[in-house]
């Protein structure tokens, strides 16, 4: 198994309006692997046509990178781990959003007792 891992830095070329685009206002960024795992590119227009939507690629768009789902409030999957990259000064695009998009999730909500924490 050893030769098979993908290790290291990779760039990530983002679909412009996407959410992961939108996330880094970049259209590639760099990010770190470290896994052996790929999306079925034989599958691939099967989860697209069932709405998936691959928002970010490596290698002239040969490798799925990241997906989204377009009626979730916020669902950014990626293979790469922006964790590696994050800082509690600086954290990564993608936490940085996701926390953004679930904190205004909550404040749109409705003040119930369920959902209020002391």
Known sequence: MGGTMRLGADSVTLVEG???HAAYGERVVQERHRHRYEVNNQLRS???SNGLLVSGTY???RLVEV???PDHPWFVASQYHPE???R???PQPLFRDF???AVARRSDSPVTAQNVTA
């Open 46 to 48: 099967q989860l697209v």
């Open 59 to 61: 290698q002239d768009e």
């Open 84 to 86: 590696f990259k994050s």
């Open 99 to 101: 926390v953004g998009a």
């Open 18 to 20: 996407r959410r992961a």
């Open 88 to 90: 509690p000064n600086r």
């Open 67 to 69: 997906i989204e789902l």
